[in-house]
Every structure is written in structure tokens, then in C-alpha cells.
């Protein structure tokens, strides 16, 4: 086997989720060709991982580029594809490469389909997609090293966000908390005012620091709440970090917290990979679909006495019941107990 693609192309989670595949390949391949298909957006994750020969961006949907990359793939006769994400552009150009082995991710469709629509519930156990994607080498003695999820930060990405993060003085903060309050889809998100009154209480309860994490579009969103915080506490305790970082820098950053509290979103599984105490909050999702932090300490925080819980796998814009009691019925004295039971575990 000298020469294996992987196929994950999007979003953030999943490609993180990924890494442990990647180290795997390399172990068990020293010597072959790895190569890594993904859109550019999210090349930063992979760039730097040093088990990949080289990574292959999908730039655009433009069907003239998903067809010069298809006879790109089949000129260079892969021996393994392993396709991680299954979606129809990645089934596209794995049909049409003349690779000699090819194994697709099993992401349990229809117990999640019967899990989601009438709530029966047939995962024997919870599965992280970790080893979903394990799974797909596994005749070709590819096999989980333990050693959890990785992201690859180059030395001069350390070097800029140590000397940005020097004018914080965290060393003067007892706690150093991440928050990352925001989600692609609504029925992910807890409250913003329910951050707003959590990070006012972290912040006088242990002496904490507040590092506000989000992407460029909820650069508002999570400015907002770290100002809404500071004018609770009087001081700048909370700043926010959305939209100022890409994606290196904001794992970089989370380096310097003790513990990150997160929905169910991309900034967990980064948080995991930099081995990060995690304080998920599950709204619409549930664990059986096999995204939760992975290998590391965390603790999902979530309301597991509806009838209606999960709704969707990947969240959506509004609660199908319009009550949204998964995430009403998740208080801030929850969230912070758990919080102070991992503080007091340092």
C-alpha cells in the first residue's frame, strides 16, 4: 500500500475527529504517500500534521474543479481511499479514481434516522466517530494508538499568540475559563444571557479570567456577551477573541485555559485536542451520534428527561416543539457546579 487518500472535507469537528485515522496510517504505512482531501477553508487543521505527505484543497463547488480533480485522483492510482465523509461530491470522486481498495464511514443512518423520528433508540453503546473512522481501516491493520485527537500548531503560530496573550496577565487570574457560546444552528446554543450570568459568576467565584471564543460571523454574538459580562463585574474580566483568530491561533489560545465550556460545536472537539477540561452543553443532540469530547477530561452537560430529545443530529434553526426545553432546563447553578467540581480536580 504506498499510496492512501482521505476524505473528510468539512467542518471543523469532524476533520478533528479525524486525526487519530491520520497518526494511525502513518504507523501502520511508515514509508507510503498519505494524502488528505478537505476544503480550503479548513486546510489549517491538517497543513501542519506531520503523518500527511500533502493535502489536496476542494476550493469551490464549481463542477469544472470536481472534475479536474477527479482525473487528478485517478492519475495517481491510489491504493487505499478512505472516505470519511460520504457526502456526494466525495462519493463522485472516489467512483471514479480506480483506487484498489476503497472503505466508506458507516454513520449509522438508520439508527440515527429511527433514534431521531421515533425516539427508538438501538445504539447499543456510545460510539465516538473517532472510532467510526478507525473503523474503515481496520482491514488494512490500521488500529487506534490511544493517544486521542491532535491539531498541529507551527512554532511561530505559538511564538505570536504567546506575546498577544501577554498583555492579559493571566498569571494574575486564579482560573483561566474558555467560552465558546455560540453554534452553527440554533437548537445547539444555550442562552446568551445564561453565559452572560455564568461568566459573571465564574469570574467572582474563582478569581477567573474569561476568553470568549467564535467565528467571524459571531464576532457580534460573542462581543456582546463578554461586554455584558464586564459590565456585571465592573472591569474587562471577559474578552473576546471571535472573528480576531484563525483556526491555529484560536487552538493556540485555548492553551492557556484551565477548563473550556462549550455547546456542541467545532471549538469542543479543538479543546479536546489540546487536551483541554471540557464542559459541553447538549441541546438537540445527543452522545449515540458519536460527537462529544473525545479523550479528554469533560463532562456533558444536558436534559435527558425528554420525549422529544434528539430532534436532529446536526441542530436546526428553531425547536420542532417550540418550547425548547433542552436547553431551558439547563440552569446556570448546573453548569457551574460542574464547572467548580473540575476546578477543584486541578
Request: net charge positive.
Amino acid at each position: 500500500m504506498k499510496k492512501i487518500l482521505i476524505i473528510r472535507l468539512s467542518s471543523i469537528g469532524d476533520i478533528v475527529l479525524a486525526s487519530p485515522l491520520i497518526r494511525a496510517v502513518r504507523k501502520a504505512y511508515p514509508l507510503a504517500q498519505i494524502d488528505f482531501l478537505i476544503k480550503s477553508e479548513y486546510t489549517d487543521l491538517v497543513r501542519f500534521n506531520p503523518n500527511l505527505s500533502s493535502i489536496i484543497e476542494l476550493k469551490s463547488n464549481d463542477k469544472e474543479e470536481l472534475k479536474t480533480l477527479k482525473r487528478t485522483l485517478r492519475r495517481t492510482r491510489y491504493d487505499i481511499i478512505l472516505d470519511l465523509h460520504n457526502s456526494l461530491r466525495s462519493r463522485y470522486l472516489r467512483w471514479f479514481s480506480g483506487a484498489k481498495h476503497i472503505k466508506v464511514v458507516n454513520k449509522r443512518i438508520i439508527k440515527r434516522f429511527l433514534l431521531i423520528s421515533f425516539k427508538w433508540n438501538f445504539y447499543r453503546t456510545v460510539i465516538s466517530v473517532v472510532d467510526r473512522y478507525l473503523e474503515t481501516g481496520k482491514r488494512f491493520a490500521i488500529q487506534n494508538d490511544g493517544q486521542g485527537l491532535e491539531v498541529t500548531i507551527p512554532n511561530d503560530t505559538i511564538l505570536t499568540v504567546k506575546a498577544m496573550m501577554e498583555k492579559y496577565q493571566l498569571e494574575r487570574y486564579d482560573l483561566v475559563v474558555g467560552i465558546a457560546p455560540s453554534a452553527r444552528h440554533y437548537t445547539k446554543r444555550w442562552f446568551p444571557e445564561r453565559y452572560v450570568e455564568l461568566g459573571t459568576q465564574v469570574a467572582r467565584k474563582f478569581n477567573a479570567k474569561l476568553l470568549i471564543f467564535g467565528s467571524k460571523f459571531e464576532q457580534d454574538y460573542c462581543g456582546d456577551i463578554a461586554q455584558m459580562i464586564n459590565a456585571n463585574l465592573g472591569s474587562t474580566t471577559a474578552e473576546s477573541f471571535a472573528g480576531k483568530l484563525n483556526l491555529l491561533e484560536t487552538a493556540a489560545v485555548l492553551d492557556s485555559c484551565s477548563i473550556v465550556v462549550t455547546n456542541d460545536s467545532g471549538i469542543m472537539h479543538l479543546a479536546a485536542a489540546r487536551k483541554k477540561k471540557n464542559v459541553a452543553i447538549f441541546g438537540s443532540t445527543v452522545k449515540e451520534f458519536g460527537f462529544f469530547p473525545f479523550g479528554t477530561q469533560s463532562a456533558v452537560v444536558e436534559n435527558e428527561n425528554l420525549s422529544c430529545r434528539p430532534c436532529s443530529h446536526i441542530g436546526s434553526d428553531r425547536c420542532p416543539k417550540n418550547h425548547f426545553k433542552c436547553m431551558k432546563d439547563i440552569h446556570v447553578e448546573t453548569v457551574l457546579s460542574t464547572i467548580q467540581k473540575m476546578a477543584e480536580e486541578r
